[in-house]
């Protein structure tokens, strides 16, 4: 908790600082005010902190990606960039700008690009998934790069089918650039921000176990067995399992005063 002290410190003045700044600034504030009631531009309000908020969403949302993908691959090294989820999304994209013209289909360009690059980014995740239960770690890591390569050169073959007016559509948003955004993009990517964060906070605790191989399990359940103490799932009504000693005795490593206490078998 303490060398975490730092990190939080950082994180509070990153994002407080700026809330602080335009709680301060009179000439902000009117602004904002005028914004919210009659929607009248401000270079700040309207492209400045859409695009602020986009950024940080990104940000959060590849954070967590890479926290589940090394969590449940037990990899520090695996990333969504590395094991083709990346390659896959792009691949997506470049789908959802062809395949609506090629056959007439009626969905806006921003709807297509959220359905074609999730299905794009879950399919590519499927082999990785799959090579992760039945090999190692670093057979892992080459199938997601030759995934990575595979898709990439797929997306490029399409690429230079589009046309030049969607080409630099799909180089722009496959790199990730933030020109043109505003608030209607903050409003598709904030639904899944916040089902991301709650997912994480739903799993936190089965993922911290999941982390875990089945050599440091074992290794946990031989020290204690060698101490004398296992779990009993049945002496307790009220309690779905209770730790006990072998001797049905448990002696106090503490204070003398406590004595023994002794458990019913």
């Known amino acids: 908790m303490v060398r975490s002290l730092p990190f939080y410190l950082i994180c509070s003045l990153v994002l407080f600082a700026p809330l602080a700044y335009i709680g301060t600034s009179q000439e902000l504030m009117s602004s904002g005010l005028a914004f919210i009631e009659r929607g009248t531009y401000h270079p700040f309000w309207s492209l400045s902190l859409p695009r602020i908020i986009l950024a940080l969403l990104a940000g959060f949302m590849l954070a967590a990606s890479g926290y589940l993908l090394q969590t449940t691959l037990k990899n520090p090294l695996a990333d969504s960039g590395i094991l083709g989820v990346n390659a896959g999304a792009s691949l997506g994209a470049v789908c959802a700008l062809l395949l609506p013209s090629w056959f007439g289909w009626s969905i806006s360009a921003e709807n297509a690009l959220i359905a074609f690059s999730m299905a794009g980014g879950l399919l590519s995740s499927v082999p990785i998934l ?130 023994k206490a002794h458990l019913q078998e």
């Open 130 to 259: 799959i090579v992760s239960r039945l090999s190692s770690s670093s057979l892992t890591l080459l199938t997601g790069v030759a995934v990575t390569a595979i898709l990439s050169a797929c997306s490029s073959a399409l690429i230079f089918t589009i046309g030049q007016g969607r080409t630099d559509l799909a180089l722009q948003w496959m790199a990730g650039g933030l020109y043109g955004r505003g608030w209607e993009q903050v409003l598709y990517l904030l639904p899944w921000a916040i089902f991301a964060l709650g997912f994480i906070a739903l799993m936190f605790i089965p993922l911290k176990w999941v982390r875990y191989d089945d050599s440091t399990l074992r290794g946990g359940h031989q020290r204690a067995s060698a101490q004398g103490y296992y779990f009993d799932r049945h002496s307790a009504d009220h309690c779905p399992c209770s730790f006990r000693h072998r001797s049905n005795r448990l002696y106090w490593a503490g204070n003398s005063a406590y004595g």
